[in-house]
């Protein structure tokens, strides 16, 4: 059983940067796409981030390119969100998830079958 566990978040002020970190067990092989999702209150969970674990091509949602880099261990086993020119309107709870292959993309949270318990990120104006 994959098991996540998020840590890193954090309160920061705008134009502020956090690294979140995830850190994975129980992969049975090298091919799975670990992805960040963020949900805010009142609003639908939101896919930011992904990347391939064993070929390490990488996805973004347009809200965060060029603010934001998802990056990984050499193992694989642990996957960052690198946060920078944090703005009010990312103020969520990040969770990271993790699914089989099949393609990396973060446009439907539905596709990932294992989550972490999510790690709060509030940034202030």
């Known amino acids: 059983q994959v098991q996540l566990v998020e840590s890193g978040g954090g309160s920061v002020q705008a134009g502020g940067s956090l690294r979140l970190s995830c850190a994975a067990s129980?992969?049975?092989?090298?091919?799975?796409?670990v992805g960040w999702f963020r949900q805010a209150p009142g609003k639908e969970r939101e896919g930011v981030a992904g990347i391939h674990t064993r070929y390490g091509g990488t996805y973004y949602a347009d809200s965060v390119k060029g603010r934001f880099t998802i990056s990984q261990d050499n193992a694989g086993n642990t996957v960052y969100l690198q946060m920078n020119s944090l703005k009010p309107d990312d103020t969520a709870m990040y969770f990271c998830a993790a699914k089989s292959d099949g393609g990396c993309s973060v446009a439907s949270a539905s596709m990932y079958s294992y989550w972490g318990q999510g790690t709060q990120v509030t940034v202030a104006s």
């Open positions: 129980g992969y049975t092989d090298g091919r799975y796409c």
